[in-house]
């Protein structure tokens, strides 16, 4: 198996469920009342931080690897920008889950409506910076075929 093309499909994956996120399920739940929206938002984020960190780590590993294997620079850079994506969930995305975890789901306020757009435009970053890593291992994974 060509470890470069798991990157490639790995990140891709990242990448489609981050856009879905993005696209349908946050717009959706940022529709609903606020003590709602904080509730299926609870029930959701776990899990797909978990898939998500995982894919990040995945991706990077294969990448490493072909990198490791070619001495390319657009698959060491696909690797950083794939690895920063966990320093960029724990230190900045994490706060704010954990800021919305401790609000109550009955007194949802203005303030919970805030974070989560707030956690939206965080989210759309991890979207960006995992949409540059695709591109990047595209362009070389595309090129050495």
Partial sequence: MDVGALA????GAYV?????????????????DTGTMLAQWRASEPPSFKILV??????????????W????????????????LVPY???????INRSLREMNSNSATIETFALLRTWSRIHH??????????ASFAYRQVLSV
């Fill in 8 to 11: 490639l499909a790995v990140c």
């Fill in 69 to 84: 294997a070619t001495v390319d620079w657009a698959w060491i850079v696909g690797v950083v920008l794939m690895l920063s």
């Fill in 16 to 32: 489609a469920i981050a856009i879905y996120i993005a696209v349908v399920v946050h717009p959706a739940r940022l529709a609903l």
């Fill in 54 to 67: 995982s894919l990040a780590i995945f991706a990077a590993g294969c990448g490493m690897c072909r990198a």
């Fill in 89 to 95: 969930a724990l230190l900045v995305q994490r706060p």
């Fill in 125 to 134: 970053g991890r979207l960006a910076i995992s949409s540059l890593a695709l």
